[in-house]
């Protein structure tokens, strides 16, 4: 049966890479791909950013291959993580030879909670003066996290058989400490070893020595500002790819944004996304077509042609061409 | 009058630090230095990580200079920040030439809410499986904090008449909103430029550009991990002072810890706990004795003696009669 895969280019760069991906992910497979909507542009038009028949096409899709939203990001990916019941955001953030790192010697893998802490989204203006953030943490959302990691780690997926838990349990003590020992209490019955560290030393130690760590497994906020620290040692947001994984589905993005600056010149960085097809693929179980997607991808990376953010004054198409001839 | 500053050397190298700042700070002014205890030691002795001799007489010296606490560092540094009434942790993050560093060109000067977001201390557990944390942002703490940035900006201290706000405001709409409106607002009132970014974006580009930055204003826990990261570019927590600065009083305290690998061998790094010192001159209305402390810190870094965090073989000892030397 021909797998369907949703594509939502969205805004700015969006409408260029995700299309980009579109023909690597035609060379390698049988796809069905559904067209849709989603961001600032479709909300100018129909004052929705995320029309509904978006949401329920993501929410019963395969897959979801998603570009980048601009002021909307927020209302689209949020929910979008809901609709396919995403508990993990898978986030990859690795240098490449060819490309200029601030550390070179960078290889982690963020394994983000993707369901709560402060993105429950339960704020409350109290008063004139005064609001509030419930921020919630679960045993199940983090017992459930920690299954993931295990599950990645005894894979192997990233070299490594052990995982770093970080947290802020010495401020976060009920929240964060439950986080951190049911997350500790899963690896210790699966009999995966763990680290663990405040999430302000992590940010220093990671710049100093980032293969001090390799798996880290956090709490939602944590997870993003930390993984987009690390995306500033491997060069910048244009070579992370992410993974929203839940029970049955998954949405793929990259990391970056719509970057309005060059939106609309043709040339806009492919390779996130073209690494997050490469996670879709193996997502779909189609793990050697995603590995020659990601080995096509480094190749050219090391190799060029280059957009011009990698120094070069190649195009998109430039790049997507080059991927295709080498895979 | 003589001036009273309180002492707290804490555990481990604040033993080696505090005094070595006491020394100097000696050297340059007339004080009544009152030591006090807090941190790890004292509550294996008596139960207590703070107890409430140390806390009272912080809460009306005139300054104190704090080294650093082991596992109770939150249980110790928290209510001391309350101590002071302090609204504002200062945290100037340097490269400094003779010092490695991940980003030489780094020049940034991080102004951390300090009484509110997470750190406000109401969690609950809500049943077996559920923990919240209410997070709190008022416009009080926010507008004061502002005022104290513009007048930080307007003294042109570190060399910008602008600020930038980081926040988390796309999705903490209501609570990072508000932070995010309330200091812009007063800054828009005093006539003081700004600019703002997400936190997450602030993590990616401060380490592809920090001279994009200078003045960073941010809630509590962002101004936590962003200055630690800050902390990674400039080569380690050794060099990073801070101030928690109150309508009245102040603490200073180095960002580092206790660092137990090396507490006991007197080879800690001085710098941090001496460039606090200067801060604490300054605070003090001694703001020739603080550029002469400062100065004569950042010539010792350039030309030695070092410690060996900083690849020499120099003793705490060694560095601070060189520091003396150059007063
Ligand atoms: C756009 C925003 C809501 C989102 C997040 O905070 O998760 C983004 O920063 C990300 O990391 O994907
Ligand atoms: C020890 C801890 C409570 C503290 C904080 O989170 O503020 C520390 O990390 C700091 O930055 O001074």
Redesign the pocket.
Known sequence: MTEQIVVIPGDGIGQEVVPAAVRVLDEVGEFEFVEAEAGDQVKAETGEALPQETYDLVASADATLFGAAGET??DV??PLRKAVDSFVNVRPAKAYPGVDALRPETNLVFLRENTEGV?SGHENRLSDDLSTLTRVVTDSASRRLAEYACEFVEANENGSEEFTVAHKANVMRETDGRFRDAVVDVANERGVDTDEVLMDAFATHVCLDPTRFDVVVCPNLAG?VLS?LAAGLVGGLGLLP?ANVGPERALF?P?HGTAPDIAGEGVANPAATLFSAAMLLEHLGENEAGENVRSAVEAVLEDGPRTPDLGGDASTEDVTSAVISRL
Do not use: H
């Open positions: 990001a927020a990916i949020l993105y993003d987009d992410s993005e990391v």
